[in-house]
């Protein structure tokens, strides 16, 4: 990927208003143009493991680069972050997908669901219970733990949900309400030639776990 991505970005987060991104929209141009052409790549290649992508495009899957403010307290108008989510249907798709995200400092890989719907976590909770080895053996899988550390514990609830037995072993796993597991990406590998393949290979072992999802909510 350019370095225009983020140097872009990193200018932004100083200047967060719109007289200087109406001064720069060129340079914003280049940077989402890039993006995109990094992301329209990624897709066909993650379609070879997992074809439910196979019809999307990048602008099927990229983002809004401008805020909603209308009920935010925060008032700054861009993102400075660009975030795509390969999945079938789109971002705006409430299924299980990958998710690639590009902001100076914090980039990362991500796949599963972010914040389902209420019925969709129960849906996800009865797939686990039911099959917590399956579950556990993706997420202690070798090749699994080297590029994620189980799934994402920042979105729990304290209290052990009440529709299951308090002495079930695995209830953590029951206690999560978001289904993420994520992976820092360093910007050496984003800027380097290294990039697609990288990405693929760890998009493509996260596979096996956007399946067993996939197959709690649609199953």
């Known amino acids: 990927m350019k370095k225009v991505v983020t140097s872009f970005l990193k200018e932004l987060a100083g200047n967060n208003n719109r007289e200087w991104f109406q001064a720069n929209k060129a340079m914003y141009e280049e940077a989402k143009n890039e993006f995109e052409s ?21 602008k099927d899957c990229m983002f809004r680069f401008y ?16 975030g795509a989510f ?3 249907g789109g971002k705006k798709s409430h299924g299980p997908g990958y998710y690639f995200h590009v902001q100076p400092g914090e980039c990362f890989l991500s796949g599963g669901i972010w914040q389902p719907a209420p019925d969709l976590v129960k ?9 917590v080895r399956e579950l556990k053996s993706i997420l202690e899988d070798k090749t699994f733990t080297k590029y994620f550390n189980g799934i994402d514990d920042w979105d729990k609830q304290k209290l052990a949900p009440h529709e299951f037995p308090k002495d079930f072993p695995d ?17 050496k590998i984003l800027h380097s030639d290294k990039l697609h393949d990288y990405t693929l290979k760890v998009f493509k072992v996260l596979f096996p776990y956007n399946e067993f999802l996939r197959k709690a909510i649609e199953g």
């Open 67 to 82: 805020r909603d403010i209308r009920f935010s307290n925060d008032k700054t108008p861009y993102k400075t972050n660009f």
């Open 86 to 88: 390969i999945t079938k």
């Open 123 to 131: 849906k996800i909770r009865k797939e686990i219970y039911y099959n």
């Open 38 to 58: 990094v992301v329209n790549q990624l897709i066909p290649g993650i379609a070879k493991f997992d074809e439910t992508v196979k019809f999307l495009t990048a």
């Open 171 to 187: 209830m953590d796993l029951l206690k999560n309400r978001s289904f993420t597991v994520s992976h820092g990406l360093d910007e």
